[in-house]
Nanobody
Framework: QLQASGGGLVQAGGSLRLSCAAS????????GAWFRQAPGKEREFVAA????????YYADSVKGRFTISRDNAKNTVYLQMNSLKPEDTAVYYC??????????????????????WGQGTLVTVSS
């Protein structure tokens, strides 16, 4: 029900935009997020956005370089990634969960907050 796309190979310093399109149900009332998993490492939080788009959250490692946004009319969440670094290389997963209720910020950073997950898209950044 979540389809991630937009990954690929890019040189360090370059940009990519990931998309996460939802189908089968309306995800406009869910928070959206991106996580990533590099080879041999655990999955880590990247960015999240509240259902309305009014609040966004970022991992320190991507703050100032990545921007999460959403278009509820298109049932899609985006991740604009600029100034990419080799350490950004990973499979990126989108996720959706929560509701229109207010949540403490810490909830958005944890994987178990999200009920729906996409299949992942590979981002490779060459040095």
């Amino acid at each position: 029900q979540l389809q991630a796309s937009g990954g690929g190979l890019v040189q360090a310093g370059g940009s990519l935009r990931l998309s996460c399109a939802a189908s089968g149900r309306t995800f406009s009332s869910y928070a959206g997020a991106w996580f990533r998993q590099a080879p041999g490492k655990e999955r880590e939080f990247v960015a999240a956005i509240s259902w309305s788009g009014g609040s966004t959250y970022y991992a320190d490692s991507v703050k100032g370089r990545f921007t999460i946004s959403r278009d509820n009319a298109k049932n899609t969440v985006y991740l604009q990634m600029n100034s990419l670094k080799p350490e950004d290389t990973a499979v990126y997963y989108c996720a959706a969960g929560g509701s229109t209720r207010p949540y403490t910020a810490s909830r958005y950073y944890t994987g178990n907050f999200y009920d729906y997950w996409g299949q992942g898209t590979l981002v490779t950044v060459s040095s």
